[in-house]
Antibody, heavy 124, light 110 residues
Framework: QVQLQESGPGLVKPSETLSLICTVS????????WSWIRQPAGKGLEWIGR???????NYNPSLKSRVTMSLDTSNNQFSLKLSSVTAADTAVYYC??????????????????WGQGEMVTVSS | QSVLTQPPSVSGAPGQRVTISCSGS?????????VHWYQQLPRTAPKLLIY???NRPSGVPDRFSGSKSGTSASLAITGLQAEDDGDYYC??????????FGGGTKLTVL
């Protein structure tokens, strides 16, 4: 069963705003924290930011001026908006659950569940 | 340039043992932040392999193990299998207020 599913336009024009939604099934979106992570083709992973179940956020300082994340509790979704995009923002965008995994009474926050990813291309 | 440094590639024959290093600094791993490892098989999303430096999520074989010391961490894979072929990423937190990943290591099972 699909637990996290990204959706949004696969093509965005330069200087416009990239918008993606992650639909969460199985859990209430308020019960966990959530992150967006991206991966340019053939390259490594980059953390974009975190959406807490409380509604607060924190963003990668390198992207902070362009990123907005929000919760839609009525649809059990959270969203990503990235403004003023350029070709450098072309990537596969993943949403992931940010969860405290506990062993011997010590808990560690890690990305334990990932969506399948959404390819977004920035091009005119 | 990634904040955490990994070797671009490692390889090993089936049944052998390989290790993948993850080198950080005093602002991330050396500051005491935990390290997690992810496995990304071809054309799939990353999967959590090791959390909290050395713990395996349910379902991950005990052939995979992690360790951390000082400003570095390591992932060891014993009894290599063809299905282990893929990319491996370390991840930690940096005092610049960001989650950070290594550049990834491509594991080739010969």
């Amino acid at each position: 069963q699909v637990q996290l599913q990204e959706s949004g336009p696969g093509l965005v024009k330069p200087s416009e705003t990239l918008s993606l939604i992650c639909t969460v099934s199985t859990w209430s979106i308020r019960s966990y924290d959530w992150s967006w992570i991206r991966q340019p083709a053939g390259k490594g992973l980059e953390w974009i930011g975190r959406m807490y179940g409380s509604g607060s956020t924190n963003y990668n300082p390198s992207l902070k001026s362009r990123v907005t994340m929000s919760l839609d509790t009525s649809n059990n979704q959270f969203s990503l908006k990235l403004s003023s995009v350029t070709a450098a923002d072309t990537a596969v965008y993943y949403c992931a659950r940010d969860h405290g995994l506990c062993t011997n009474s010590i808990c560690y926050d890690a990305f334990d569940i990932w969506g399948q990813g959404e390819m977004v291309t920035v091009s005119s | 340039q990634s904040v955490l440094t990994q070797p671009p590639s490692v390889s090993g024959a089936p049944g052998q043992r390989v290790t993948i290093s993850c080198s950080g600094s005093s602002s991330n791993i050396g500051a005491g932040y935990d390290v997690h490892w992810y496995q990304q098989l071809p054309r799939t999303a990353p999967k959590l392999l090791i959390y909290g430096n050395s713990n395996r999520p349910s379902g991950v074989p005990d052939r995979f193990s992690g360790s951390k010391s000082g400003t570095s961490a390591s992932l060891a894979i014993t009894g290599l299998q063809a299905e282990d072929d893929g990319d491996y990423y370390c991840q930690s937190y940096d005092s610049s207020l960001s989650e950070v990943f290594g550049g990834g290591t491509k594991l080739t099972v010969l």
